[in-house]
């Protein structure tokens, strides 16, 4: 079997050896369960509870889908009107630095007096933590299009709104998409922060809950459980990149 055909499966590989150190390092240790459960304890928890964890997980992902939709949506205009404007990029970055410096825990007290408590708070605090990623790379991406061929296409009499869905956005897309996979990891950030400070269901809520009854295995369950979610839709967005921009990658791996 050539490295060629077990490359895709290194991944599930190097998880199965964490994990399998991890319980030999718990079991071989003795530590208390309060400390640190073993993975056969969480995973234990997990399908104990599989039914009351899916009831919190289907809210921390619709959500999180949610919120990620509004965030991406907002920073893709913005990106695009600061990458095709100096005057804008220099009116509302510094303004986008300084808000997104602010802790968004800080966030979701002023969201939850404004909307009260729930999911609303959650959409929110998901949306606002991935804009300004998807801003950068939008904007970097527009800024950075080869300006040739925008000359050629206005020479041939091409309106700004044609070259920019001609030309621009094409040559952005890689920065899009690879936004959209920094985001949707922080869009789920965001949500659990939300729900641990203020909603009565979602993964956070489960969590904070759980860590209160002194249920630790519980805890890891909605760790884990959050880690496989960002991980699929991580790699569904990988796989969308790949069929939309494939053509921007280079068949190179210096470390085989």
């Known amino acids: 079997m050539t490295i060629e055909r077990i490359r895709p499966f290194f991944s599930v590989i190097f998880a199965v050896v964490v994990l399998g150190l991890w319980e030999l390092g718990v079991r071989l240790f003795n530590v208390s369960i309060f400390i640190l459960p073993a993975p056969s304890q969480f995973f234990g928890s997990l399908i104990e509870n599989w039914h009351g964890i899916m009831f919190h997980a289907e809210q921390t992902m619709y959500t999180t889908v949610i919120g990620f939709a509004i965030g991406v949506t907002l920073g893709g205009i913005l990106g695009v009107a600061a990458g095709a404007s100096r005057s804008v990029y220099q009116t509302i970055y510094p303004a986008l630095v300084g808000f997104y410096s602010v802790p968004k825990v800080a966030l979701v007290p002023i969201f939850v007096i404004w909307f009260g408590s729930g999911t609303v708070p959650a959409v929110l605090t998901s949306a606002v933590i991935c804009i300004f990623p998807v801003m950068v790379n939008v904007a970097a991406g527009v800024a950075t299009t080869e300006k040739d061929l925008e000359d050629v296409l206005r020479s041939l009499g091409a309106s700004m709104l044609e070259t920019l869905w001609y030309v621009v956005i ?87």
Request: net charge positive.
């Open 170 to 256: 094409p040559r952005s897309a890689p920065y899009f998409f690879a936004s959209l996979k920094v985001a949707i990891t922080l869009s789920f950030v965001g949500t659990v922060i939300s729900e641990t400070v203020a909603a009565n269901r979602g993964i956070g809520t489960m969590m904070v809950r759980a860590s209160a009854d002194f249920d630790v295995p519980l805890v890891f369950a909605g760790l884990f459980l959050l880690a496989a979610m960002g991980i699929v839709m991580y790699a569904f967005f990988a796989v969308i990149e790949g069929r939309v921009v494939g053509w921007t990658k280079r068949d190179v791996d210096f470390a085989t």
